[in-house]
C-alpha cells in the first residue's frame, strides 16, 4: 500500500531541504544527472550509474540533477522517489533496496526522460522473490559464464526485484564439471555469492543430498563436506535440501541428516534458514514427510513446494497452516514433461523446440501465480539457464506487486534491457504462436515481423536475440508442419488409389509426395537461426547445440539440432511400403497399400482418436484446462515421446495424451444400441515402465499390467452389456500412490471398432 504523500516527504526531509522549493518537471531528463548515495546504498547507486553510462547517460561538471540516494530503515525492502527541483530523492530502506530503485529508473527511462510524474513510493508484496543460478552442467548456459557474467546476472536479478539468489551445490546429479566452464564450479558459485551479497542480496544454496544415509559412513561424510564448502562461503542466508528430484532418501533418515547439518551451518552462519521440499516422494513417503514437519524439527524454517511434488499447493496449505510456512520452486524453465505443463502443445512444437526452449508464457505463467501463491511466503524459481527469462522476470514482477500488468513487466524489461519499447508486445505475441496447428495460425508470421521490426539500442544485451530465434523457429516449425502435413497427405491419397493405379504406381507416388526437397525459404529461415543461435552463443554462451555448442543433451535447451528434424511418417511408411509390395499377388499388395493409407480405420468403422494430436481428439475428456489448472492435475496433457519420426515412429505413436497420478485419462463416446465393440489402442510414451488398467464403464476391462513394450498395441473385447444404453466413458487408470512426477497413463491412439468377421478382437491385434 503507498505510503501518504506527508510520510514519504517525512522520510526524504533531508534531500527535498537541500533541494530547495522549485517545482517538479513531468519527464525529468537524467542527461548529465549527478548521482550522490549515503553509504548503505552506494553498491546501488553505483550500479545505476554503470547503466547509465552503458546508454552514454554521464555527469555534467554543472549536475543539471541530482539522483540523492538516501538510506530510510522505516521503508523495510521498498523505495521512494520525489522530485523536487534539481533534486530527485530516492529514499531506501535497505542496501539492497536501491538497486530496486535503480531497477525502477532503468525501466522508466525512454531516451533520457525519466517517466515519473510524482511521487512514488513501491514495497514487494511478498519476503522471498529469487531465481536459482545452477552453475552445472545441464544448465543450458551458466555452466559456460565467466565470474563477470555470473555478477552481471546477480545484478539484473537485483534490478527486477529479487531479494535472493540461490546457487547449486556443487553435488548435484550432474558430471563432476562442465567441459564449457572457464573456471572450476566452485569457483564460480563462490565468485557469485560474493557478488550477490555485495548488492546486498541474500545468498541461498540449494543442496541435494546424494548418499545412503542410513549408513553412519555417509553421514560423517556429507557432514565433512557440507561444512567445507559452508565455509568458504562469504555469505550464506538459506540453504534449500529437496527431499528429491534429486534425492531417494525416505522422511526419517533425512530428517535425522538434516538436523546433524544444522550444526556446521549455523556455527559459520547463525541466523541461517533451513527449508526442505516434499519433491520425489510416493504416497506413503510424502505422509512420512508431513508427519516429520508436523514435529517442528527447531531448525526448519520452511519447506518449499517445487516439481515432482505428489501432493498440490492447496494440500499444504491445509497440511502446514500454523505449523510451517511455505515457500515456492516453480519450474519456470520446461514447456513438457514438467511442473507447468503446455497441456495441448502441438507436437509440432514438442518435436523440435523441445522440452527448454525460450518460452515465454504471460498468460500460463499469471495463472499459475495466481494459483500457487496464495498462502505462501515467496519463490525461488527453478531455471536451467536463460530459456526462461521472461518467465523469471513476470514472477519477480509479480511477487513485487501482484496486480502488475503483463504490458506494464514487458514496457519495462524494454527500457532495461533491449531500448525498444515495441518489445512489449512480443512475450504476449509468441505465446500465441504456440495455440493450435502452427500451419493454421496467423499469429506465427505477425509476430516475426514485430520481432525483425525491433530496434534495439547499442547498449541491449543478448536478449533481444532470445526473443528473435524463438519468433524465427516458430516460423520455420510453421512451414515445415504444413509441408510434411501436406506431403502426408498426398503419399496416403496415393496409397487410397491403389486399387485404380495398381500398388507399383500408387508406391511410387507416395515417395515422390514424401522426397519433396526443403525450399529455399525454408532453408533460409533455417539459416536465420543458425546465425541467431551462433550470436547467442557469443554472447550468453546459450548452448543450442550439441555439437556446436556442446549441450549436455537435447532436452536441455539444444534444440537446434532438431529444427530441421522430419515431420513427416516417411521414415515409417518406407519400410511398410516395401513389405507391402512383397506381398503375394496385386490383389494383396494393394489391401495392404490402402490399409496403410487408412490408419484410423475408417473402412470397419473405427471411432478413432489420435490422442497426441490436438484436433484429432474427438472423445478425449480435457479436464480442467491450463489456465485453471497449471500443473494439469485434473486436465489432460499431450506430450510426445523420446524419439523422432526419423526412429521409424509414425506420428500418431510418437505423440500421446496422459494424466497424472490418481486422474485417471477418460474418453467418453455416444453409441448406436445393440453393438458388440472392441477396442484397440496404441500403449506408447516415455521410455519407463508403470501399472495401468483400463475401465469401461467403471468396469475393470484390463487388469493393471505393465506396458510389454513401447510402443505397445493393445486389444481388448467390450462387453455388450456395458453399452446397452449407447454410452461408453473410458478411463485409463495409473499406478495408484506414485511419486515422481506421476506421469505414467499415456496412450497414443484408440480405436473403438464394431466387432466383425473381420474385426473378432481376440486380443491378437500387432498395430496398425
Given at each position: 500500500?503507498?505510503?501518504?504523500?506527508?510520510?514519504?516527504?517525512?522520510?526524504?526531509?533531508?534531500?527535498?531541504a537541500?533541494?530547495?522549493?522549485?517545482?517538479?518537471l513531468?519527464?525529468?531528463?537524467?542527461?548529465?544527472?549527478c548521482?550522490?548515495?549515503?553509504?548503505?546504498?552506494?553498491a546501488?547507486?553505483?550500479?545505476?550509474?554503470?547503466r547509465?553510462?552503458?546508454?552514454?547517460?554521464?555527469?555534467?561538471?554543472?549536475?543539471?540533477?541530482?539522483?540523492?540516494?538516501?538510506?530510510?530503515?522505516?521503508?523495510?525492502?521498498?523505495f521512494?522517489?520525489?522530485?523536487?527541483?534539481?533534486?530527485?530523492?530516492?529514499?531506501?530502506?535497505?542496501?539492497?533496496?536501491?538497486?530496486?530503485?535503480?531497477?525502477?529508473?532503468?525501466?522508466?527511462?525512454?531516451?533520457?526522460?525519466?517517466?515519473?510524474?510524482?511521487?512514488?513510493?513501491?514495497?514487494?508484496?511478498?519476503?522471498?522473490?529469487?531465481?536459482?543460478?545452477?552453475?552445472?552442467?545441464?544448465?543450458n548456459?551458466?555452466?559456460?559464464?565467466?565470474?563477470?557474467?555470473?555478477?552481471?546476472?546477480v545484478e539484473?536479478?537485483?534490478?527486477?526485484?529479487a531479494?535472493r539468489?540461490q546457487?547449486?551445490?556443487p553435488?548435484?546429479?550432474?558430471?563432476?564439471?562442465?567441459?564449457?566452464?572457464?573456471?572450476?564450479?566452485?569457483?564460480?558459485?563462490?565468485?557469485?555469492?560474493?557478488?550477490?551479497?555485495?548488492?546486498?542480496?541474500?545468498?541461498?544454496?540449494?543442496?541435494?543430498?546424494?548418499?545412503?544415509y542410513?549408513?553412519?559412513?555417509?553421514?560423517?561424510?556429507?557432514?565433512?563436506?557440507?561444512?567445507?564448502?559452508?565455509?568458504?562461503?562469504p555469505?550464506?542466508?538459506?540453504?534449500?535440501?529437496?527431499?528429491?528430484?534429486?534425492?531417494?532418501?525416505?522422511?526419517?533418515?533425512?530428517?535425522?541428516?538434516?538436523?546433524?547439518?544444522?550444526?556446521?551451518?549455523?556455527?559459520?552462519?547463525p541466523?541461517?534458514?533451513?527449508l526442505?521440499?516434499?519433491?520425489?516422494?510416493?504416497?506413503?513417503g510424502?505422509?512420512?514427510?508431513?508427519?516429520?514437519?508436523?514435529?517442528?524439527?527447531?531448525?526448519?524454517?520452511?519447506?518449499?513446494?517445487?516439481p515432482?511434488?505428489?501432493?498440490?499447493?492447496?494440500a499444504h496449505?491445509?497440511?502446514?497452516?500454523?505449523?510451517?510456512?511455505?515457500?515456492?520452486?516453480?519450474?519456470?524453465?520446461?514447456?513438457?514433461h514438467?511442473?507447468?505443463?503446455?497441456?495441448?502443445?502441438?507436437?509440432?512444437?514438442?518435436?523440435?523446440?523441445?522440452?527448454?526452449?525460450?518460452?515465454?508464457?504471460?498468460?500460463?505463467?499469471?495463472?499459475?501465480?495466481?494459483?500457487?501463491?496464495?498462502?505462501?511466503?515467496?519463490?525461488?524459481a527453478?531455471?536451467?539457464?536463460?530459456?526462461?527469462?521472461?518467465?523469471?522476470?513476470?514472477?519477480?514482477?509479480?511477487?513485487?506487486?501482484?496486480?502488475?500488468?503483463?504490458?506494464?513487466?514487458a514496457?519495462?524489461?524494454?527500457?532495461?534491457?533491449?531500448?525498444?519499447?515495441?518489445?512489449a508486445?512480443?512475450?504476449?505475441?509468441?505465446?500465441?504462436?504456440?495455440?493450435?496447428?502452427?500451419?493454421?495460425?496467423?499469429?506465427i508470421?505477425?509476430?516475426?515481423?514485430?520481432?525483425?521490426?525491433?530496434r534495439?539500442?547499442?547498449w541491449a544485451?543478448?536478449?533481444?536475440?532470445l526473443?528473435?530465434?524463438?519468433?524465427?523457429?516458430?516460423?520455420?516449425?510453421?512451414?515445415r508442419w504444413?509441408?510434411?502435413?501436406?506431403?502426408?497427405?498426398?503419399?496416403?491419397?496415393?496409397?487410397?488409389?491403389?486399387a485404380?493405379?495398381?500398388?507399383?504406381?500408387?508406391?511410387?507416388?507416395?515417395?515422390?509426395a514424401?522426397?519433396?526437397?526443403?525450399?529455399r525459404?525454408?532453408?533460409?529461415?533455417?539459416?536465420?537461426?543458425?546465425?541467431?543461435?551462433?550470436?547467442?552463443?557469443?554472447?550468453?554462451?546459450?548452448?543450442?547445440?550439441?555439437?556446436?555448442?556442446?549441450?549436455?543433451?537435447?532436452?536441455?535447451?539444444?534444440?537446434?539440432?532438431?529444427?530441421?528434424?522430419?515431420?513427416?511418417?516417411r521414415a515409417?511408411?518406407?519400410?511398410?511400403?516395401?513389405?507391402?509390395?512383397?506381398?503375394?499377388?496385386?490383389?494383396?499388395?494393394?489391401?495392404?497399400?490402402?490399409?496403410?493409407?487408412d490408419r484410423a480405420?475408417?473402412?470397419?468403422g473405427?471411432?478413432?482418436?489420435?490422442?497426441?494430436?490436438?484436433g484429432?481428439?474427438?472423445?478425449?475428456?480435457?479436464?480442467?484446462?491450463?489456465?485453471?489448472?497449471?500443473?494439469?492435475?485434473?486436465?489432460s496433457?499431450?506430450?510426445?515421446?523420446?524419439?523422432?519420426?526419423?526412429?521409424?515412429?509414425?506420428l500418431?505413436?510418437?505423440?500421446?495424451?496422459?494424466?497424472?497420478?490418481?486422474?485417471?485419462?477418460?474418453l467418453?463416446?455416444?453409441?448406436?444400441?445393440?453393438r458388440?465393440?472392441?477396442?484397440?489402442?496404441?500403449?506408447?510414451?516415455?521410455?519407463?515402465?508403470?501399472?495401468?488398467?483400463?475401465?469401461a464403464?467403471?468396469?475393470?476391462?484390463?487388469?493393471?499390467?505393465?506396458?510389454?513394450?513401447?510402443?505397445?498395441?493393445?486389444?481388448?473385447?467390450?462387453?455388450?452389456?456395458?453399452?446397452r444404453?449407447?454410452?461408453?466413458?473410458?478411463?485409463?487408470?495409473?499406478?495408484?500412490?506414485?511419486?515422481?512426477?506421476?506421469?505414467?497413463?499415456?496412450?497414443?491412439?484408440?480405436?473403438?471398432?464394431?466387432?466383425?468377421?473381420?474385426?473378432?478382437?481376440?486380443?491378437?491385434?500387432?498395430?496398425?
Open positions: 500500500m503507498p505510503l501518504p504523500a506527508r510520510v514519504v516527504r517525512a522520510l526524504l526531509a533531508p534531500a527535498l537541500l533541494a530547495g522549493p522549485a517545482a517538479a513531468a519527464a525529468p531528463d537524467l542527461a548529465g544527472a548521482i550522490q548515495a549515503d553509504a548503505p546504498a552506494r546501488g547507486a553505483d550500479l545505476l550509474a554503470r547509465l553510462h552503458e546508454r552514454g547517460i554521464d555527469p555534467a561538471p554543472a549536475c543539471p540533477l541530482t539522483l540523492q540516494f538516501i538510506t530510510r530503515p522505516a521503508l523495510g525492502e521498498g521512494v522517489l520525489e522530485q523536487h527541483g534539481r533534486t530527485i530523492a530516492i529514499g531506501v530502506g535497505q542496501p539492497r533496496s536501491a538497486a530496486y530503485a535503480a531497477g525502477w529508473v532503468l525501466g522508466h527511462l525512454h531516451g533520457t526522460r525519466l517517466a515519473l510524474a510524482g511521487p512514488v513510493h513501491s514495497a514487494p508484496a511478498m519476503a522471498v522473490r529469487g531465481d536459482q543460478i545452477g552453475i552445472r552442467a545441464k544448465n548456459s551458466f555452466d559456460a559464464w565467466t565470474p563477470a557474467m555470473l555478477a552481471r546476472q539484473d536479478l537485483a534490478l527486477m526485484g531479494n539468489v546457487l547449486v551445490a553435488v548435484s546429479d550432474d558430471a563432476a564439471a562442465s567441459p564449457l566452464a572457464p573456471v572450476p564450479a566452485r569457483t564460480a558459485i563462490l565468485a557469485t555469492a560474493r557478488a550477490a551479497h555485495a548488492l546486498g542480496l541474500q545468498v541461498a544454496l540449494y543442496y541435494p543430498l546424494l548418499r545412503d542410513t549408513r553412519p559412513g555417509d553421514v560423517t561424510a556429507e557432514q565433512a563436506d557440507f561444512a567445507a564448502l559452508v565455509a568458504d562461503f555469505a550464506l542466508d538459506a540453504v534449500y535440501f529437496p527431499g528429491g528430484d534429486p534425492g531417494h532418501t525416505a522422511p526419517a533418515p533425512l530428517f535425522a541428516v538434516l538436523g546433524q547439518l544444522a550444526a556446521p551451518l549455523h556455527a559459520r552462519f541466523a541461517a534458514e533451513m526442505v521440499s516434499s519433491q520425489g516422494f510416493d504416497a506413503a510424502f505422509d512420512a514427510f508431513v508427519a516429520q514437519v508436523r514435529q517442528r524439527p527447531p531448525w526448519l524454517s520452511a519447506v518449499f513446494v517445487g515432482q511434488t505428489r501432493s498440490p499447493i492447496a496449505r491445509a497440511l502446514f497452516a500454523g505449523v510451517m510456512p511455505l515457500e515456492l520452486y516453480p519450474d519456470t524453465a520446461h514447456a513438457m514438467a511442473q507447468l505443463p503446455l497441456q495441448r502443445w502441438h507436437p509440432a512444437f514438442a518435436l523440435t523446440e523441445g522440452r527448454e526452449p525460450v518460452n515465454p508464457r504471460p498468460r500460463a505463467m499469471a495463472a499459475a501465480f495466481a494459483d500457487q501463491a496464495p498462502g505462501t511466503r515467496g519463490f525461488i527453478y531455471s536451467e539457464g536463460v530459456n526462461d527469462d521472461w518467465n523469471l522476470a513476470q514472477w519477480l514482477a509479480l511477487a513485487w506487486n501482484p496486480h502488475a500488468s503483463t504490458r506494464a513487466i514496457l519495462a524489461h524494454a527500457r532495461r534491457f533491449i531500448g525498444d519499447d515495441r518489445f508486445t512480443l512475450p504476449q505475441a509468441l505465446e500465441r504462436n504456440w495455440r493450435g496447428d502452427p500451419a493454421r495460425n496467423p499469429s508470421g505477425m509476430t516475426l515481423a514485430a520481432a525483425r521490426a525491433l534495439p539500442a547499442a544485451d543478448w536478449r533481444i536475440d526473443y528473435r530465434y524463438r519468433a524465427v523457429y516458430d516460423a520455420l516449425v510453421a512451414r504444413a509441408a510434411a502435413q501436406a506431403a502426408d497427405r498426398a503419399a496416403r491419397a496415393a496409397l487410397a488409389q491403389a485404380i493405379t495398381g500398388s507399383a504406381q500408387a508406391v511410387a507416388r507416395a515417395r515422390a514424401l522426397d519433396r526437397p526443403e525450399p525459404a525454408t532453408l533460409a529461415l533455417y539459416h536465420q537461426l543458425e546465425a541467431l543461435a551462433a550470436r547467442l552463443w557469443d554472447k550468453a554462451r546459450m548452448q543450442l547445440s550439441v555439437p556446436r555448442y556442446g549441450a549436455s543433451n537435447w532436452e536441455r535447451g539444444a534444440n537446434l539440432d532438431r529444427a530441421m528434424a522430419d515431420l513427416t511418417d515409417a511408411l518406407l519400410p511398410r511400403l516395401a513389405s507391402a509390395l512383397a506381398a503375394p499377388g496385386e490383389a494383396a499388395r494393394q489391401a495392404a497399400l490402402i490399409a496403410l493409407a480405420d475408417r473402412r470397419h473405427a471411432l478413432y482418436d489420435d490422442l497426441g494430436m490436438p484429432a481428439q474427438p472423445h478425449l475428456l480435457r479436464g480442467w484446462g491450463e489456465l485453471a489448472d497449471p500443473q494439469g492435475r485434473h486436465s496433457i499431450v506430450g510426445v515421446a523420446d524419439h523422432l519420426p526419423a526412429d521409424g515412429w509414425p500418431a505413436t510418437l505423440t500421446y495424451a496422459e494424466t497424472l497420478y490418481e486422474n485417471p485419462l477418460r467418453a463416446y455416444r453409441l448406436p444400441r445393440g458388440a465393440w472392441c477396442l484397440r489402442l496404441t500403449w506408447a510414451g516415455e521410455d519407463y515402465w508403470r501399472t495401468m488398467a483400463v475401465y464403464n467403471g468396469q475393470m476391462i484390463l487388469p493393471p499390467r505393465q506396458r510389454p513394450s513401447n510402443p505397445a498395441f493393445v486389444e481388448v473385447a467390450i462387453p455388450a452389456a456395458l453399452t444404453q449407447g454410452r461408453l466413458a473410458l478411463a485409463f487408470a495409473g499406478q495408484a500412490g506414485a511419486g515422481g512426477g506421476g506421469r505414467g497413463q499415456q496412450v497414443a491412439e484408440t480405436w473403438l471398432i464394431p466387432r466383425s468377421a473381420q474385426i473378432r478382437c481376440d486380443g491378437q491385434w500387432t498395430g496398425p
